[in-house]
């Protein structure tokens, strides 16, 4: 027979063109379906980061509000603290043996109940 330009196995110019076609689908499809994963991890990361931007601007409105409520409380102690300085004008010694003497008479009075009993 007359020469056709093929191989006896078949592996002539024409069936290497589609080969190479098929390899170049294949490798495209590959590649779709690397792009399709990949723009759902970017829809998820990007769902993420809002989530995370919204719980880090309630964390900071609920931050602020504490730190508002003891800021208050900081002032109503201080000078709930002042008034109690100034009532009779004690020094704090004279508070502690006050309360001494307190705590010893109840005790006293606590042992004379029992003793009476």
């Given at each position: 027979?007359a020469?056709?330009?093929?191989t006896p196995?078949g592996?002539?110019?024409s069936?290497h063109?589609h080969?190479?076609?098929?390899h170049k689908?294949?490798a495209e499809?590959?590649?779709d379906?690397?792009?399709k994963?990949l723009?759902?991890?970017?829809?998820?990361?990007?769902?993420t980061?809002?989530?995370?931007?919204?719980?880090?601007?309630?964390q900071?409105?609920l931050?602020?509000?504490?730190?508002e409520?003891?800021?208050?409380?900081q002032?109503?102690l201080?000078s709930?603290?002042?008034?109690?300085g100034?009532v009779g004008?004690m020094?704090?010694h004279?508070?502690?043996?006050?309360?001494?003497?307190?705590?010893?008479?109840v005790?006293l009075?606590?042992?004379?109940?029992?003793k009476?009993?």
């Amino acid at each position: 027979g007359a020469y056709n330009g093929n191989t006896p196995n078949g592996a002539g110019p024409s069936n290497h063109y589609h080969s190479e076609l098929d390899h170049k689908a294949a490798a495209e499809k590959e590649n779709d379906a690397i792009l399709k994963a990949l723009m759902a991890d970017i829809k998820t990361i990007k769902t993420t980061h809002k989530n995370i931007g919204e719980e880090i601007g309630s964390q900071n409105k609920l931050l602020e509000l504490l730190g508002e409520t003891f800021g208050k409380a900081q002032g109503a102690l201080g000078s709930a603290m002042k008034k109690v300085g100034e009532v009779g004008g004690m020094s704090s010694h004279t508070h502690m043996w006050l309360l001494i003497i307190f705590a010893f008479v109840v005790f006293l009075f606590i042992w004379f109940l029992l003793k009476v009993k």
